[in-house]
Nanobody
Framework: QVQLVESGGGLVQPGGSLTLSCTAS????????MAWYRQAQDDERELVAT???????YYKNAVKGRFTISRDNAKNTVTLQMNSLQPADTAVYYC????????WGQGPQVTVSS
């Protein structure tokens, strides 16, 4: 059974940075386009960034220029570097495939607040 494990969340002041990491047991990321999603309290889960098998990224407009998605297939990890964080980035963050999703992981809480 596939189990996704995300890490790296926390509390940060506006303008700060965090790095989220995702790995999995029971599967390999290498053959799949991967994505980071987030869900703020009382909101729907939304797509934040994707990365193709060939490492071409795509970003939601609201995070473009601030977030960087990357992958290391050898380590079976997907990373989201988040800079210039804003209160609107506060959410639980999840990684998964772009489609035909695996079961969601726990997701780290990211809180941006002064």
């Amino acid at each position: 059974q596939v189990q996704l494990v995300e890490s790296g969340g926390g509390l940060v002041q506006p303008g700060g940075s965090l790095t989220l990491s995702c790995t999995a047991s029971g599967t390999s990321f290498s053959g799949w386009p991967m994505a980071w999603y987030r869900q703020a309290q009382d909101d729907e889960r939304e797509l934040v960034a994707t990365i193709t098998v060939g490492s071409t990224p795509y970003y939601k407009n609201a995070v473009k220029g601030r977030f960087t998605i990357s992958r290391d297939n050898a380590k079976n990890t997907v990373t989201l570097q988040m800079n210039s964080l804003q209160p609107a980035d506060t959410a639980v963050y999840y990684c998964d495939k772009v489609s035909d999703l695996w079961p969601w992981g726990q997701g780290p809480q990211v809180t941006v607040s002064s």
